[in-house]
């Protein structure tokens, strides 16, 4: 109520005084609402459940091969898990997003790191890195097919470029956030290059590279599934090409499913508790 | 002895002239006291010594030499900062170790003195904390070890207690003056309270004026240490201000002005 009245202006103050006082949640009262801290898993599995039933009820209520339900998707899953195919085209599929996410990484980390440093350099690559963050991946990978032919380089290539050009602006934001007082740190103490770049540069580089590693490897996989669509004989793109010649709704869903969950699992096992130790300074 | 000169002809931000004419010279070994307003250019003075700032006409030479490669830190120099200026993702003892990096990176077998001087400024139990877990006197004192774990022949201070209770303020100078009893660093500290110039200083330059100029350059008659707020150092000042007249006027405006009028109030 306090606060209620702190805030309200002198000609509210006696009608707010002349009403009933508003019921404020108490603490308690909401209490069974918010779960303790820690089980945000409970969470992220009811919205998941919730999601599924509404599927299985849409897909019973349409009763078409258009939409199949999840239980069929699943059997679809267990199938082709089981004849080694699934493991097979991911294990593929995977490998290529590593490829183009380490090349990614490493050559967007370096040209954004560069370009934070250096007004010259940004004035330079700054018209090209708006070129390259608008030209649509599909016309990427095209091109790096026609140039380099339908193999794995052209692949990774065409990957990558997609990705760089992002890495490249999360970098240049997080070099020219750099805080120059704990660089003169480092120089006062004449601390040697690399120990600079591991201890004082790059920890203060973290939360953008982790952004982009996030970002990054969402983009990637997706993108990697169209380039293995119009120029591989493998791979889980591949593979969605052959079933929608063959209208197979429900094999579709299983390895989209499939692939979502073993990008959520790398996410949640790899991502988080790298941030997490990272950042751990922060707690 | 050994002498650190330091020789500003000028010194310009953009169009406005700050420091000129400036000539001090530094017995190895001495501690002095920059004092002057804020804004008079005190921070920057320290910066060119470190070789944060090379963008000035003038010299600095030690026993007889450029103190440092241009653009570079001079070797054997401690720095405290306004601020601790601690990495925050760095443990205490890591913060401290980190200046011994480049001792490490000469000499393979050496061994960190880190833990030794978290000892002294008692943070050993510390040592494996996040800065931003301690209170601001106890990271005051972790960039008090860093700056002499590479036990320092030439110690650079600005302000480096300010905006710490009184108390805290206390130790830490006194703790400073232990460090220093022991590792006899030339030091320059910069600070607008004269009565701490007077508890810790051999001598005192006073800046004033635009653009900055030695005003005043002060040896302080060393009568013991005492606090801050003692009566000896009260009439320390009181005779300085005595002797000086034109002092307060030349530095018209100034904090020392001010920290002269707050304590009469008292």
């Keep these: 109520m306090s606060f209620i009245r702190h805030r309200a202006g002198p000609g509210d103050m006696s009608r707010a005084i002349g009403r009933p006082e508003p019921r404020v949640a108490s603490p308690t009262r909401w209490r069974w609402l918010r779960l303790p801290s820690g089980r945000g898993w409970l969470w992220r599995s009811a919205s998941l459940i919730g999601l599924a039933a509404v599927w299985e009820i849409a897909a019973r209520l349409a009763g078409s091969n258009m939409l ?30 590593v490829a183009a996410f380490v090349v990614a990484m490493t050559v967007g980390t370096v040209i954004g790191y560069m370009m934070g440093r250096s007004h010259r350099l940004n004035l330079a690559l700054d018209g090209p890195l708006v070129l390259a963050l608008n030209i649509p991946a599909l016309v ?59 201890r004082v540069i790059l920890p203060q580089l973290y939360p953008y590279l982790i952004a982009s590693a996030r970002n990054g490897l969402a983009l990637i996989w997706k993108i990697v599934l169209v380039a293995e669509l119009l120029g591989r004989s493998n791979g889980v793109g591949f593979e969605l090409s052959v079933f929608f010649q063959y209208f197979d709704i429900t094999s579709i869903l299983a390895y989209t499913l499939a692939f979502a969950v073993v990008v959520m699992v790398i996410e949640a096992g790899v991502m988080r508790p790298l941030e997490k130790h990272l950042m751990r300074w922060r707690g | 002895m050994k002498e650190l000169n330091i020789h500003v002809v000028e010194k310009r931000f953009d169009d406005a002239l700050v420091l000129a004419d400036i000539d001090i010279t530094i017995g190895s070994g001495e501690f002095v006291a920059i004092v002057g307003p804020s804004g008079v250019g005190k921070t920057t003075l320290l910066s060119m010594v470190a070789g944060l700032d090379a963008d000035y006409t003038g010299a600095i030479h030690y026993d007889g030499a450029p103190l440092a490669a241009p653009g570079q830190s001079p070797s054997g120099l401690g720095m405290v900062f306004q601020e601790p200026r601690l ?56 960039a008090l070890a860093r700056a002499f774990v590479v036990e320092p022949w030439l110690l650079l201070m600005d302000e480096p207690f300010v905006s710490l209770d009184l108390q805290a303020a206390n130790q830490l100078r006194e703790l400073l003056r232990r460090l220093c009893a022991r590792v006899r660093p030339l030091v320059l500290f910069v600070t607008h309270n004269l009565n701490e110039a007077l508890v810790l200083a051999d001598r005192i330059v006073f800046l004033g004026n635009t653009p900055a100029r030695v005003v005043l350059d002060y040896r302080v008659e060393q009568t013991g240490k005492h606090d801050l707020d003692s009566l000896e150092v009260a009439a320390l000042s009181r005779r300085l201000l005595a002797h000086h007249q034109g002092l307060l006027s030349e530095m018209s405006g100034s904090d020392l002005d001010e920290s002269r009028r707050g304590k009469e109030g008292l």
């Design chain 1, 68 to 97: 199949p339900t999840p239980v069929a998707v699943l059997a679809a899953v267990y199938r082709d898990t089981r004849s080694g195919q699934l493991p097979l085209e991911l294990g593929i599929t995977m490998a290529r997003v």
């Design chain 1, 140 to 198: 990427i990978i095209i091109l790096c097919y026609l140039w380099l032919g339908l193999t794995e380089v052209a692949v990774i290539v065409a990957v990558a470029l997609n990705k760089i050009p992002v890495v490249v602006v999360t970098t240049r934001e997080g070099t020219r956030a750099i805080d120059a007082r704990l660089l003169a740190v480092a120089q006062v103490y004449r601390v040697p290059r690399t120990v600079t770049l591991y």
């Design chain 2, 87 to 142: 990495m925050p993702w760095l443990t205490v003892g890591d913060n401290v170790r980190l200046a011994e990096a480049e001792r490490l990176a000469r000499d393979r077998s050496y061994v960190s003195r880190a833990d030794s001087l978290l000892d002294e400024v008692g943070l050993r139990a510390s040592r494996n904390a996040w800065p931003n877990h301690l209170s601001g006197g106890m990271q005051r004192r972790t």
